[in-house]
C-alpha cells in the first residue's frame, strides 16, 4: 500500500511538470500569440490608410486612421476624452450594480423556487423582449433628462442576463452534491452559499460579462438620444459638427473599453474559478 | 430474541416498490439484516437488483413503502450525521480544497478548534497528509475516494455505508484502497456496510456476505467469513467461499468457468 501510495505522490508531480512544460512552450510561442490577433487589424488599418491617402475616399467622410489618431492625441491632451469616457463608465458602473444586484438575487430567488418563477413567469417574460432603447424616452419622461434616467436604462439592460445566466447556474447544479450535503445535514444556508452558489459561479459569470457588454451599449444610446456628456453624447455633438475624426474617435473608444471591460472581467473570473478546470 | 437489543442496525420486511411509467417496479421484497455493532457487511449482487437502493434508504436518501429500519433502537427516516457513506464517485464539491472538503463533512454544531482536530485527524487516517490543500481534480481517482471516506468518517457516524466505492477505480488501486478501508475500518471500529459486484471484493472485507439476487431484489443468502485478517485470497477456505457464492449466481452452469486472479 505504501508502495501505490509513493506511485500517486510521483501522479501528482508529473502533472506539475507537465504544467511547467506547456507553460514554457507558450512562452516560445508568445510572439505568435500575440502577433496572429493583430495581424488583421494592423491590415485593416494599412488598406484603409492607403486608400484615403489614394483619395479613393472622402476624409469628410472616413478620414484616414493617422488624422483619426492626431484626434486621439489632442482630445487626451486636453482631457476631453478621458472626462467623457469617465462619465460614461461611472453610469455604466452604478447602473450595472444596481442591475446586477437585482438579477442576482431575484434570480436565486426563482431558480431556487419553482413556485416563485410560476408567479413571475408571464411578468418576466412581457418585460423581457422590450428592446432597453424603447425604454429610453419612458424613463426621461418619468424621470428627467438627468443621471437617474440614465443609470435606470443601464439596470434595466444588465438585469436580464445576469438574472438568466443566475437561475440556468442554480437549476444546473448536480443532483449529486446535494445528495451529499442532505446526508451531511446541512442547513438550507450552508447548502445554498457551499454547494449551490459555487456550482452556478461559472454560469454567473456569463451573465455578468454579457450584461457589463449590454450596460456599456445601454449607456451610449441614452446618451445618444439625451445627455450633455459622456461618448455618445459626444458622438452626437461631433456630428451636429460635421467632425467624422472625433465620432470615430468616439465610436472607437467604446469598443476598447468594452474589451478592456471584459478583459478584467475574465482575469477576475479565472482567479476565482481555478477549480473549473 | 435476546440478542436483538445488541443489533446496531435492524432491517425488518423491508420493501420498496418504483413507479415507471405507472408500472410498478419492485426493487426490494421482504429484506431482513441484522447488524452488529463495528461489523463488516458486504452486500454482492448483480447491477439491477436493488442493493444501491437498500444503502440510499438506510442513509435517508430514499425511502422504503414497507418495513422498518432501526440504528440504535431508533427508526430512520430521514438522513442523518449518524450515518455516513461513500458513493462510486467520489463526489467531492470541486471547488473546495481536500481540507475545506472533509470539513464540510464536520456536523454544524462543532466548534472550529474541534472541526480543525477532526479533520486533521481524518487528513492522516486516510494517508492524504501533503494535500491537504490540493483541488479534487489535481488528485487521482484513489486519492478522492480518500477523501470522500474521510468526509462521511469525519462526524465518526454509528455506521458507514460504501456503495461500490472501488467500482470506477483502476484493478492495482483497488487493491490496495481495499487494504485502506481495511485498516480504517480496524482503527476506527466503524460499523461498515460495502456494496459491491466484485465477488473478491465482498470476501475479502467482510465479516459476513449478504448474497442478493435480482427481481425482485432480495437476500438470496448470507454467508459468514470466519477468515482470519489479513485475508488471502488465494487461501484454500477463501477459494471454497469464493465456490459458494458463485454457485448462487451461476447455479445452472453445470461446471462454473475457473476463476484465478
Known sequence: MEFIDINSRNEGKERCTAQVQAVSAGAEHRWGFFLLPLALPVMLLVVWEVLSRKGFIRPTILPPPTDIWQVVVEMTVSGELLKHLLISLERVVKGFSVGAVLGLISGILIGLSPRIERAVALVTGLLRPIPIIAWVPVLILWMGIDEASKITVIAIGSFWPVLLNVIQGIRSTDRKYLEVATILEKSRWMLLTKVILPSALPSIFTGIRIGIGIAWMSVVGAELIAASSGVGYMIMYARELSQADVMLVGVFSIGITGLLIDYIIRTVESRLLKWNV | MSS?????????????????????????????????????????????????????????????????????????????????????????????????????????????????????????LVGLAGFESAYPHQLSGGMQQRASIARALVNRPKVLLLDEPFGALDAFTRINMQQEVLRIWEAEKTTMILVTHDIDEAIYLGDRVVVMSSRPGTIKKIVPVTLSRPRDRSDYDFVQIRKEIYAEFFEQSPKPFAYAI
Open chain 2, 4 to 124: 436483538l437489543t445488541q443489533q446496531l442496525l435492524s432491517i425488518t420486511g423491508l420493501s420498496k416498490q418504483f413507479a415507471i411509467n405507472s408500472e410498478t417496479v419492485q426493487a426490494l421484497t421482504d429484506i431482513n439484516l441484522q447488524v452488529t455493532p463495528g461489523e463488516f457487511i458486504s452486500i454482492v449482487g448483480a447491477s439491477g437488483c436493488g442493493k444501491s437502493t437498500l444503502l440510499r434508504i438506510i442513509v435517508g436518501l430514499d425511502s422504503q413503502s414497507s418495513g422498518e429500519i432501526t440504528l440504535g433502537g431508533q427508526a430512520i427516516h430521514k438522513p442523518g450525521v449518524d450515518r455516513g457513506m461513500v458513493f462510486q464517485e467520489a463526489r467531492l464539491l470541486p471547488w473546495l480544497t481536500v481540507r475545506d472538503n472533509i470539513a464540510f463533512g464536520c456536523r454544524s454544531n462543532a466548534t472550529n478548534v474541534e472541526k480543525c482536530r477532526l479533520v486533521d485527524e481524518h487528513i492522516a
